[in-house]
């Protein structure tokens, strides 16, 4: 049973959204709750390699069939274990995780997704297997990707049960490898509202931002809680084309719907795919013998993440929860005075890092997180289940909100104690240690330059925690 999770009391029973042609949650009582939430599945239905280069009728077959045939399909496969580090989630995994959600669900009133179902280079690989490297039949690469996104929400919809699962849409959610592109949100929009949403937001409501934008709100637990799914991977970095419109009509609509629900008094959890401030993963590599950096890369163009933040701190206290991924990693950022971003480490281990999903523990009354439980499969052992990783509140001895209790995490890990001393910073240890989601150099290294992270480019990871902008970030670094 979990650790946190205390029973949820009904009011009673589901309150049935006529409008919506489905049903909204039970709004908790003013008793904690859980919620569980899980990002970046991945899942490459290529895993099998050797499969698929030594017989070349595999991927017709695949690609011939229903998604509800898929696994059958997979379960003949030669490949039982799942990962290894480094690889994108393959079906092992993918069960693996959906089990374990599945069993740690609980009462919870609904789930969380932060993005990206597929796989990474899903179009090449199919022209690779499909194809024979012939690009051009672009028509059977997108079918086979709606399928692929198919198969994985109606997996995920069986783990769920049915509960709506909210989520926001990733980056490899496409067509191109990067976006996702509007053909690929208008072309997978049904099996998204159908498999995931189950009925919590008005159809057409949802068809009419999600399709041209890639994003939409929704009242899962009725008129106090307003859940928007954004798709901020139009303001990231390196996403080809002229993404101002695109990222100014979403801004706009944002500002507009954060009025609204403080207008009519309910309280908001935002869901993002990739996050603002830094990309330290890519930044801490270039830390030279002093710890210093002379280039930080970021997630965001900072001109749409000075907008974006913007708009958040003219609504303090307005969000309550508000989640991110991209990164696989478990970590946190502080965006604005008043808001703490959780990052959702992710399932499938291409960086590095160990398969995990987080649970958190919410109050009824003000909807705001006070505590999670990290899960994880750890990769080095191979056991038969994910397994209860940490909890915060007992890791880090800290109590009460959590968005509270990560600020002051923040002051506590950014004191320059080197780890090396015989009085080490014991929080230090312990984020760093988990920053992958318990591997670390024990558990040997999948070729990461920075894991384990070192006293040398620690600065690079505490001050990515609360440092924003790129300017703020990097005379942190520098200054450490």
């Known amino acids: 049973m979990l650790k946190l999770v205390v029973r949820i009391f009904f009011l009673g029973m589901a309150i049935i959204c006529l409008s919506c042609g489905g049903s909204i949650a039970p709004a908790p009582t003013p008793s904690d709750f859980s919620v569980l939430v899980f990002s970046d599945l991945h899942f490459n239905p290529f895993y099998d390699t050797a499969r698929f280069n030594t017989d070349p009728s595999a991927c017709t077959t695949l690609a011939n069939e229903s998604p509800s045939q898929w696994a059958s399909f997979f379960q003949a496969s030669a490949v039982t274990a799942a990962g290894p580090w480094g690889t994108d989630t393959n079906y092992p995994l993918l069960t693996l995780a959906l089990a374990s959600i599945k069993r740690n669900e609980g009462t919870t009133p609904l789930v969380l997704f932060t993005g990206d179902l597929i796989g990474h280079n899903l179009p090449s690989l199919f022209y690779q297997y499909c194809e024979g490297g012939n690009t051009t039949n672009v028509a059977a690469m997108q079918a086979f990707i709606d399928k692929t996104v198919a198969f994985v929400t109606s997996q995920v919809r069986v783990a769920a049960g049915n509960v709506p699962v909210l989520f926001a849409v990733g980056n490899i959610d496409s067509y191109t490898g990067y976006g996702p592109d509007s053909t690929f949100l208008s072309h997978n929009a049904e099996t998204l509202y159908t498999q995931l949403l189950n009925g919590s937001v008005n159809h057409q409501t949802f068809l009419s931002t999600f399709t041209s934008g890639g994003y939409y709100s929704a009242q899962p637990l009725g008129s106090r809680l307003m859940v928007i799914g954004l798709n901020t991977n139009v ?6 084309g002229d993404n101002d419109g695109a990222v100014a009509a979403e801004l706009a609509w944002l500002d507009s719907q954060l009025g609204a629900a403080e207008a009519s008094g309910k309280k908001v959890w935002l869901l ?31 001109s749409y993440q000075s907008t974006f933040l913007q708009i958040l701190s003219k609504y303090p206290g307005l969000i309550t929860l508000t989640l991110g991924a991209h990164t696989h ?35 009824g009354d003000t909807l705001t997180p006070v505590d999670y439980t990290a899960w994880n499969y750890d990769l080095a052992v191979m056991p038969a289940d994910f397994g209860d990783n940490y909890t915060f509140s007992t890791a880090y001895s800290i109590s009460g909100p959590l968005n509270a209790g990560l600020l002051q995490l ?25 920053y992958l989601s318990g591997n670390n150099s024990t558990h040997g290294n999948p070729g990461v330059p920075w ?26 670094v520098n200054a450490y």
């Not at 990309?279 to 801490?284: F, G, I, K, M």
């Not at 005075?337 to 995990?356: M, R, T, Y």
């Not at 923040?410 to 240690?433: G, I």
Request: aromatic share 8%.
């Open 235 to 240: 303001m990231a970095l390196g996403v080809p």
């Open 272 to 302: 993002m795919h990739v996050p603002p401030g830094a990309n330290t993963v890519s930044t801490a590599p270039g830390v030279d013998g002093n710890g210093h950096i002379v280039n930080a890369t970021m997630m965001m163009y900072q």
């Open 329 to 363: 990693m478990d970590e946190y950022r502080i965006l604005t005075a008043n808001e703490v971003l959780i990052e959702v480490p992710g399932i499938s281990p291409c960086f590095g890092e160990n398969p995990a999903y987080k649970i958190l523990t919410l109050t």
């Open 410 to 434: 923040y002051s506590e890990l950014a004191t320059n104690v080197p780890l090396t001393t015989t009085q080490p910073n014991a929080q230090q240890t312990f984020y760093m240690q988990h």
């Open 451 to 476: 894991n384990p992270i070192t006293d040398a480019n620690w600065p690079v990871f505490a001050c990515g925690i609360g440092k924003m902008s790129q300017t703020d970030f990097t005379d942190c």
